[in-house]
């Protein structure tokens, strides 16, 4: 799959491994795959955004913080904590509830992090090659003969509620999104 892969969606692909090792993550996720799309200007995924009226420096202070693991909340993201509170549920009740204990993220399989060191591969999560894998999906359905960064982009927020509620945290939807990348970017 990685041939069909455009330059500038490769360089995503490299430029998410060098965000999470700098945030000493230990295993790449779909928000460091948003963030490196929105972090190249020139890319046809950040032009979208761009051209939809998104302020890129937002964006990517957004996906931070609603992808950023809360330790004193078992490793739930903003996201997590929206969800549960669209459902009328306390995260913070319902944490101690469960007995989660502060710092406990590294045990829900999401927030864990380490240092990395050096250079090196870091790992995907299964999260982030579902969001590659739809990132196909969504160039298949478009006809185009590549995988780009504005599939990418697709991939992660049809996988990531995080990323998604960040973008429409911005105004702007999947189906925005879609619509402006068939159009032509």
Known sequence: MFERFSADARSAVVRAQVIARETRAARVEPAHLALAVAGDTRSPGARVLTDLGVDMDGLADEIRRRAQHRDDLGGLTAADVDALSSLGVDA???????GVPAGAAGSTGRGSRRSRGGGGH???TPTAKTA??????????LKDKHIGSEHVLLGVIAVDRDVNAALEAHGVTYADLFARIDAGV
């Not at 913070?92 to 469960?98: A, C, D, H, Q, Y």
């Not at 590659?132 to 359905?141: G, K, P, Q, T």
Request: net charge neutral; hydrophobic share 50%.
């Open 92 to 98: 913070t009740e319902l944490i101690g509830r469960l």
């Open 122 to 124: 870091i790992p995907f």
């Open 132 to 141: 590659l894998e739809h990132a196909l999906r969504e160039a298949l359905r």
